[in-house]
C-alpha cells in the first residue's frame, strides 16, 4: 500500500462508524492522491453512522457508501502514520511509525446537530495534517 513517494494514513477507532469515517473522508477529499488513506476499527459497526453521513453531506463529502472495515495487523504495517480517534483502541505498535492520537467526542448515539462540531475540528486537524505531510509544491 505505501510507497516512498505517497505518504499513508490510517484512521482508527473502535467501530469505524463516525470519526475515522469522517477523517479518511476529509484527508481523501482534501489531499486527493497526494495521500494514500484507509480507515478501520477494532470492533466495526454493521454501518456507517447516520448523523455523520449526513454532517459530512452537508459540506459536500459523500461517504453513504462506505463500510465499516475491521483493524488488521496488515493495515498498520502499511500505513506511514496511525491516528488513533481518542477512544482507547488498542492499535498494534511498530518501529518507524508515527503514532498520533486525537481526542475527540464519539458521535455514537448523536445527532447531526451534535456531530457538526465534530466534523469540524476533525476538518480542521486534517487540514494541518496534509500540511504537514503533504504540502502542495
Known amino acids: 500500500m505505501s510507497d516512498t513517494a505517497t505518504p499513508s494514513v490510517l484512521f482508527v ?3 469505524n462508524a463516525g470519526r475515522s469515517q469522517m477523517a479518511a473522508a476529509f484527508l ?3 489531499a486527493g492522491d497526494r495521500v494514500q488513506v484507509c480507515s478501520a476499527g477494532s470492533a466495526p459497526a454493521d454501518t456507517v453512522n447516520q448523523a455523520v453521513v449526513e454532517a459530512m453531506a452537508e459540506v459536500g463529502i459523500d461517504i453513504a457508501a462506505e463500510v465499516p472495515k475491521v483493524l ?3 493495515a498498520v504495517q502499511a500505513s506511514d502514520v496511525v491516528i488513533t480517534m481518542g477512544c482507547g483502541d488498542t492499535c498494534p505498535v511498530f518501529p518507524g511509525k508515527r ?3 486525537w481526542e475527540l467526542p464519539d458521535p455514537a448515539g448523536r445527532g447531526v446537530e451534535a456531530v457538526r462540531p465534530i466534523r469540524d475540528e476533525i476538518e480542521k486537524r486534517i487540514r494541518g495534517l496534509v500540511d504537514d505531510i503533504a504540502p502542495v509544491d
Do not use: N
Open 72 to 74: 488488521t495487523v496488515e
Open 99 to 101: 503514532y498520533l492520537d
Open 28 to 30: 481523501t477529499h482534501l
Open 13 to 15: 477507532c473502535v467501530h
